[in-house]
DNA sequence: CCGGATTTGTACGTATGTATT
DNA sequence: GAATACATACGTACAAATCCG
């Protein structure tokens, strides 16, 4: 943690990133605990904190109260083909639509708007658009 | 911010992602600063900026360093349509990535994947994805 | 164009609550 | 029930970018 034009959280961030990338954290394998980061990084909780919440906007880890912070493991994705003349808009959910998709944090939601009017709801990391060409 | 339920921040978020809604702060004005957020609501910054962070991730304002936040426009979106056996996978983009695509805090990314290999990486708040079927 | 005032960003500390183990 | 771990929320200080006269 030498470089000092970057922030630190960002810095601790890609180190993450990169044993998450790399295998040292596997899929659905625990990280260390936030105390333990702060010993072994000589920074305080918040800088951990800051440093894991960009992971998990990243979707590249879950974040569960009591529980340490977990590796997301690839959800399988489902096939959602495209018909017609629908229409699709990737955005992030509200916290409602959040909740009521039951979705973690930093997972976009793809929205699929029908030509009558309404729309139907995807989270983003579960489905799969495919051209009906 | 009476209700003891839910924590203050989400509340705030609550109450400002309203605000903006309903037209209170249209679309490119400025939110009060933090400062002002600070004494209006009595809560510490951390906790007001905790809220800013639920709406900028929610796609809904702009924050800039010095600046106070803006609600950020909806960006007009460009016709993207998926041709042959393209597939299209929505996701939160990692730092880099979003660095160079220029793109805000936020706003997840479209990566179209082509048969042969390679993929196309769009902005999702630019793009509309329409089915050429 | 400069410089001060304002505003946001980073980083630390402390305390307490709540969920999980 | 106890220990561990994460969540919320208050505080402080200083740095960096923007804004404005």
New binding site residues.
């Given amino acids: 943690m030498l470089n000092s034009y ?6 601790l961030a890609d180190l993450l990133r990169e044993r998450i990338i790399d295998g040292t954290f596997p899929a659905g394998s ?7 980061l ?1 010993d072994e990084h ?9 440093a ?1 919440a960009v992971l998990r906007d990243e979707g590249l880890i879950m ?7 977990t590796v997301r493991p690839r959800p399988a994705r489902k096939a959602l083909p495209l018909r017609g003349e629908q229409r699709l808009i990737s955005r992030m959910p509200s916290r409602k639509e959040r909740i009521q998709l039951d979705l973690d944090p930093g997972v976009p939601v793809l929205e699929v708007r029908h030509v009558g009017g309404g729309s139907d709801l995807y989270a983003a990391d579960r489905v799969e658009v495919l051209s009906t060409i």
């Avoid at 625990?30 to 333990?36: H, K, N, T, Y």
């Avoid at 000589?42 to 800051?50: A, G, K, L, V, Y």
């Fill in positions: 970057e922030p630190l959280y960002l810095q625990p990280l260390p605990s936030e105390q333990a702060c000589r920074q305080s909780r918040m800088t951990i904190r800051r894991l974040k569960r109260r009591g529980a340490p912070s």
